[in-house]
């Protein structure tokens, strides 16, 4: 009554405070030291639950694209921080579970990822190509470098040699995230929100995230159900035998206008008899076919210029409108030692892809040369 009527400390934080004192109440008892558990009959306060942080999908698009160039930088310690953003980023780790990864921790080709979580349980993550690959010449600088020794087998190490604390990482996170633009809370935890919010809003199923994060119960998965509440609704409309096509067609209307739309259409592209996986992601908008087209043409004429090209990537924006117009093309190709991105902004799409592959072209040229 007392911490409630000073005001100093919220709900949850009395009741941390009074469960810390009922479990030395019930040691006493159980030693013997007194007759009587005075807490036994305190119940605890009513807490706002705290929904959890996380980073939009569109914001996190720029943090991987940073993240993925900061991956060649001459700097070691700006290539490690990158790298451990990636890995909390696509594989849901908690602080502790990313300090404690060894190198012997990965399966054949450094597909997956065993994790020792909370209580010592072990899970294995599944890792995506690219991270596999980031991994692996990872530590193959570090023993170029003199990092690493045979006898050290943690992954993330610091300029000494040493595995890398948790406060550091902690700072490399928030600091590395701030610099990409991220507003609001910046920490490893973010991260893991993120990772399990953008599962759960692009179909994943709970009880998979659940296994995913280690989780011990759904409850506590539970908590990320309320990022997409219109993801639910087309699940009651769906589902539900009353719902009626009229509710259905307003709700969809609804959630149009709500949030943005992101439709992807992904296709393949034979650059010199070897197929280059394309993808066109629509922001805000849905593309028409006729503009898909417009783009796969385009793109197929960079097949004498970008032979070894592996993928390519094309987001569409509307953005306000200026003396440029309001059509954004953002374009990335995925080639060896890195990737080419360029963002053009004209009247029409079709303009801005076509200004956007002039300006490509440079790049792969200039890239070439270097």
Do not use: W
Request: with cysteine; proline share 2%.
């Amino acid at each position: 009554v007392s911490l409630s009527e000073s005001g100093a400390l919220g709900n949850a934080s009395i009741n941390r405070t009074v469960a810390s004192v009922r479990a030395l109440y019930r040691y006493l008892r159980r030693e013997g030291e007194i007759d009587r558990d005075l807490f036994a009959g305190i119940s605890s306060l009513r807490a706002p639950r705290r929904l959890p942080a996380f980073v939009p999908d569109d914001r996190m698009a720029d943090v991987v694209r940073e993240v993925l160039a900061r991956l060649d930088s001459d700097d070691r310690r700006t290539r490690r921080d990158a790298l451990m953003v990636l890995v909390f980023y696509t594989c849901g780790l908690r602080l502790a579970e990313l300090t404690g990864i060894r190198r012997d921790d990965f399966g054949a080709d450094f597909a997956t990822l065993r994790v020792r979580g909370k209580g010592d349980k072990v899970r294995s993550v599944p890792l995506l190509g690219r991270v596999s690959r980031e991994i692996k010449r990872h530590i193959e600088r570090n023993y170029a470098e003199n990092i690493c020794s045979d006898d050290e087998k943690s992954l993330f190490l610091s300029n000494r040699g040493e595995p890398v604390s948790r406060s550091d990482v902690q700072r490399s996170v928030a600091r590395l995230l701030r610099e990409c633009g991220v507003q609001g809370k910046c920490s490893p935890h973010v991260l893991r929100h993120t990772f399990a919010t953008h599962l759960l809003n692009d179909g994943a199923d709970l009880r998979e995230i659940q296994e995913l994060m280690g989780h011990s119960s759904l409850k506590a998965t539970q908590v990320y159900t309320h990022n997409d509440i219109a993801q639910l609704r087309r699940v009651y409309d769906s589902a539900h035998p009353r719902a009626c096509a009229t509710s259905r067609e307003q709700r969809d209307e609804t959630d149009a206008a709500a949030r943005p739309s992101r439709r992807r259409h992904k296709f393949f592209l034979t650059l010199n008899s070897k197929a280059m996986n394309v993808q066109i992601q629509s922001v805000k908008f849905d593309a028409g076919q006729k503009l898909i087209e417009f783009i796969e043409k385009k793109l197929a004429k960079l097949d004498r210029f970008a032979e070894n090209a592996t993928g390519a990537d094309v987001v569409l924006k509307l953005e306000k409108d200026d003396e440029r117009g309001n059509k954004i093309a953002v374009m990335t190709l995925h080639v060896p030692g890195g990737d080419l991105r360029v963002e053009e902004q004209a009247r029409t799409f079709e303009e801005a892809i076509d200004n956007g592959l002039d300006v490509m072209k440079r790049r792969i040229e200039k890239h070439k040369e270097k």
